[in-house]
């Protein structure tokens, strides 16, 4: 009766695991697009000032981004299931006062201590991943659900903000998260085993010249909507910001135990995977925002008919992301993501043909659907690439850069690209001024896209020919293949 009762528990464990891990990155990923849809009703609510509006979003962005370096050198130290459990009740308590502020200043304050636990619990996610799962079959599959959950969450969260904006109240997409953190803080305690972190000694320096200066790097881009690239209060804490980084790449070269160790930038791929990151994300964020904003502003549709217009873009990107095991197996990562990125600049590319007279049917949906498309398979291999060969001691500083060049590539997109759509905005009427701007901004996102396909075919691409045919898996055994999961 033992005998038996023992294999289905170990047979559990890996899908329990994979589903804490995804739906806590999911809750992550639609808690950060689900404010896009609520900001008119939270300004509303709380009389906010333009500025303050932006605020509610800024304080989660400096805060994840700011600190995520940090955070997942803790997974390592701490131990990655205790950290992750921090992480997960701090955004979780902090998601219920923002759902509560009575006031402006509230939601603010919650929301940059959201972007802390944010910035704790990602990188987490992604170490619990690559440690819990051996290289090959069984870490490509995990990686396919995780790159998904990327792509969809961040079009669901549009929906599902439209959604609750429209029929209940921006605080519920707040408040729901209680009930979900604490089933999942339930299951990790239950089902995921705790293992001690490594003994180590924690890099002081690194850790303060890192945070502060991604902090300050992060104020410097958000601040570029408000200000402009000339002012001083843009132009100092951008040049800060890549004063301090500079100092921590020193400071990381010759430090005993680094908390970002530079050994990860050694393989061309993993680089690769952070830099076309930061350019896909940076592309796709601002799309969600400028095309958002083209229904509502220029067709007059509702926060609902807005998020709703995502949904066949949120489809095709399921349908294709559900494929992209096999096409992964078949084809290898590296190809998968230069066709990826190949679709979704073609798709881009058409959006940004947008104009007041165009149709949702006839000028949005196609190109959606090639956005779809392409989101759904170039995730999972660009998360992939991220992680590609790290040792086990390393997991959780190559997951804190894989997010941080996420949060890093959607504040740099947003600033640079509504600066591009305020300065080729044109037109006498609101409708014309607006369409002309979100244009502008998509035929940015185009650009950004087009660099991202040409580094991924650089940095990437060539580590196809290193692969096993029909496993995307190196040819010799690395230390992601011998690490144990901490």
Do not use: K
């Amino acid at each position: 009766m033992t005998s038996t009762a023992a294999p289905a528990t170990r047979a559990s464990a890996p899908i329990v695991l994979l589903g804490v891990i995804l739906v806590s990155y999911l809750m992550i990923i639609i808690d950060n697009s689900i404010v896009i849809t609520g900001l008119p009703q939270i300004r509303q609510d709380l009389n906010l000032s333009v500025t303050g509006v932006s605020w509610v979003q800024n304080a989660y962005t400096l805060t994840f981004g700011g600190l995520l370096l940090l955070g997942a050198r803790c997974g390592d130290l701490l131990g990655r299931r205790r950290v992750f459990l921090f992480g997960l009740g701090l955004f979780t308590a902090a998601s219920v006062v923002v759902g509560s502020a009575p006031t402006g200043g509230i939601l603010i304050a919650a929301r940059a201590v959201q972007g802390i636990g944010s910035a704790i619990l990602a990188p987490a996610t992604l170490a619990l991943l690559t440690a819990g799962f051996p290289a090959g079959r069984e870490r490509v599959r995990a990686v396919a659900a995780y790159g998904s959950v990327a792509g969809i969450g961040a079009a669901l969260g549009l929906v599902l903000g439209g959604l609750v904006a429209d029929l209940l109240s921006w605080r519920f997409g707040f408040f729901v998260n209680l009930p979900i953190g604490l089933v999942l803080f339930w299951a990790t305690r239950r089902f995921v085993a705790p293992v001690p972190g490594r003994p180590g000694r924690f890099d002081v320096l690194g850790a303060v010249t890192s945070t502060a200066g991604m902090t300050a790097l992060v104020f410097g881009i958000v601040r570029v909507a408000d200000s402009g690239w000339g002012d001083p209060a843009t132009l100092g804490p951008l040049g800060a910001g890549v004063a301090l980084l500079g100092g921590f790449v020193f400071v990381e070269s010759r430090a005993a135990e680094p908390i970002m160790p530079l050994r990860l930038f050694a393989s061309r791929e993993r680089t690769g995977g952070y830099v076309v990151r930061l350019l896909f994300i940076g592309a796709m964020i601002s799309f969600f925002l400028f095309l958002s904003q083209y229904l509502q502003g220029v067709h007059g549709w509702t926060p609902l008919q807005a998020g709703a217009a995502f949904l066949p873009m949120s489809v095709i990107n399921f349908v294709v992301a559900v494929l992209v095991p096999r096409m992964t197996v078949r084809w290898g990562g590296p190809r998968l993501l230069v066709a990826g990125v190949a679709v979704t600049f073609l798709g881009m590319a058409w959006l940004s043909r947008l104009s007041p007279e165009g149709g949702y049917l006839a000028d949005v949906v196609g190109p959606l659907l090639l956005l779809g498309a392409g989101q759904g398979m170039a995730f999972a291999p660009l998360t992939a690439a991220g992680i590609a060969g790290v040792d086990s001691e390393d997991a959780g500083a190559a997951a804190g850069l894989v997010n941080a060049a996420h949060q890093l590539g959607g504040a740099l997109g947003l600033g640079v690209l509504t600066t591009v759509a305020a300065a080729f905005a044109s037109g006498d009427d609101a409708r014309t001024h607006m369409s002309t701007g979100a244009a502008a901004a998509l035929t940015g996102s185009a650009v950004l896209l087009g660099l991202a396909l040409v580094l991924a075919v650089v940095l990437i691409l060539p580590s196809y020919r290193r692969s096993v045919p029909g496993t995307g898996v190196n040819r010799l055994p690395g230390p992601a293949q011998t690490g144990s999961a901490r």
